[in-house]
């Protein structure tokens, strides 16, 4: 596999690459990056639990499965994902993501396209949960976040948010076009479309990703001279950033405060994510205001987007980092006086802008802290413990449900967990890296690289 390359680099007469400042080009080949991004998130709705409850009743009806043994794939999807992700990570620091999303996205529409013939859940569960869950990895936000940190170091917020505005379109545009698909054809038609949408979407968008901008002879931002990161620690030269092995990432203590604050706040978050619709049916609210919230609280999610993405530019200040598990707190507050519409409908709002910023701050603080070069590496490390604690969530709040008969003690605890979140965000501070490099050193196989001190 050979690193993405576009046109050769200034050289000097040494060979070296120049360090003479750059012409500003009017148009930088980032945002490229940014709209290949956006068309690959835009086509991961069919891997969300949202979609994923849509076939509950027409499985039921052909096979007789319940919704727990249905449901069980997603648990299986994303213990399939951490496995996966821990070796993508690295591949995207040292290959780039074009030959990674093209084989994502070729693997993932021929998943679909297979569960069109399957009669037996063992089938659902390979192809669906090991399968696809596979390809997904491959195209999914560990590659284009990734890559997009390596393309933005002062405009990085705004250009992840922008991205990931697709994925809360994704729900919107594609729920509805779930639910009229099964009405007139069947669900081996909704399997056929998500295939078709997956090529169509993904792999126009793999030929227009890059690995990182010097490989175009550019900087970020498409500035003209290095862009210094104020979250970053200070190295020799401007041209030179950190560069880590697994190893070193485990040791730093920044790390664990990161995983911990995420990963505790992931497990909340799925939790509430997947018992809002039968919480909000117990309290008596009919079945058209829960769908009409819940359409809201994803556009809440997406208009909020752009303001989270100026505040993430500011992650290095305390505050920042903590404000959106905050907001998923008093959101989650707000919920258990939701019983009255005003509350329940400023709880969604609160809370979804808080989801929002959740995940681009986590995706900003991440390449703040360990720089570039090595953040395929780096954010791969933290999947096993992020992605334990996501399945965790909603085993977690139905168990509670059962126990108690209500979701009330469930989300005080996740109030818990949110503050926990926030206050872990406040206090992780940079790491030390004990090494430095330069972009440069990433495409060259005999160069500084994190694989090698694996």
Same mark, same amino acid.
């Given at each position: ?19 003479? *400042? ?28 949202? #979609?994923?409850? =849509? ?19 997603? !648990? ?15 591949? +995207? ?12 996205? #070729? ?56 991205? @990931? ?37 993904? /792999? ?35 041209? =030179? ?76 200040? *305390? ?22 519409? =005003? ?6 709002? +609160?809370?979804?802008?808080? +989801? ?17 070069? !090595?953040?395929? /590496?780096?954010? @791969? ?33 996740? #109030? ?10 406040? /206090? ?27």
């Amino acid at each position: 596999m050979a690193p993405d390359k576009g046109p050769a680099k200034p050289t000097t007469t040494a060979g070296e690459p120049s360090s003479a *400042p750059r012409k500003r080009q009017r148009y930088f080949y980032g945002w490229n990056i940014v709209g290949a991004s956006f068309l690959a998130h835009l086509s991961y709705s069919e891997q969300y639990t949202t #979609i994923l409850g =849509l076939f509950f009743r027409p499985f039921q009806q052909q096979f007789g499965w319940s919704r727990t043994e249905v449901s069980f794939v997603q !648990s299986l999807a994303r213990t399939v994902e951490a496995g996966i992700g821990m070796l993508v990570g690295p591949l +995207i620091d040292r290959y780039g993501p074009r030959l990674l999303m093209a084989t994502g996205a #070729i693997v993932v529409g021929l998943a679909m396209l297979a569960i069109t013939q399957i009669d037996a859940l063992w089938q659902f569960y390979f192809l669906r949960g090991v399968v696809a869950a596979a390809g997904f990895t491959l195209m999914g936000g560990l590659v284009t976040n990734v890559v997009i940190s390596k393309w933005f170091i002062r405009r990085r917020g705004r250009a992840i948010a922008a991205s @990931s505005t697709a994925t809360y379109l994704s729900n919107v545009i594609f729920a509805p076009i779930t639910v009229w698909i099964l009405a007139g054809s069947g669900w081996q038609s909704v399997f056929f479309v998500y295939a078709v949408v997956t090529w169509a979407l993904v /792999l126009p968008a793999a030929f227009i990703m890059r690995r990182q901008p010097e490989d175009l002879g550019l900087l970020p931002d498409g500035a003209e001279a290095p862009v210094t990161n104020p979250a970053e620690p200070a190295a020799d030269a401007a041209t =030179l950033e950190p560069i880590w092995n697994r190893r070193e990432v485990l040791a730093t203590s920044a790390f664990w405060l990161l995983v911990m604050g995420s990963s505790v706040a992931n497990l909340a978050f799925q939790g509430i994510n997947i018992s809002l619709a039968p919480y909000m049916q117990d309290l008596g609210h009919s079945d058209t205001l829960v769908a009409t919230v819940l359409t809201v609280r994803a556009f809440a999610m997406a208009l909020s987007l752009a303001s989270w993405g100026f505040v993430a530019e500011r992650a290095y200040r *305390p505050w920042a980092r903590a404000l959106p598990f905050v907001f998923q707190a008093l959101g989650s507050f707000l919920f258990l006086l939701a019983e009255e519409p =005003l509350f329940l409908w400023i709880a969604v709002l +609160i809370y979804g802008m808080g +989801i929002a910023g959740a995940q681009i701050i986590q995706e900003v603080v991440w390449a703040n802290y360990y720089g570039r070069l !090595s953040l395929g /590496l780096v954010r @791969s490390a933290a999947f096993p413990v992020a992605f334990g604690f996501s399945a965790g969530g909603p085993v977690f709040m139905n168990a509670i449900f059962d126990l108690t008969g209500s979701y009330s003690p469930a989300y005080m605890l996740f #109030i818990g967990c949110f503050v926990v979140g926030a206050v872990l965000m406040w /206090l992780v501070q940079p790491p030390k890296p004990r090494r430095y490099g330069t972009a440069a050193d990433m495409g060259s196989p005999g160069g500084v690289h994190p694989l090698h001190s694996l």
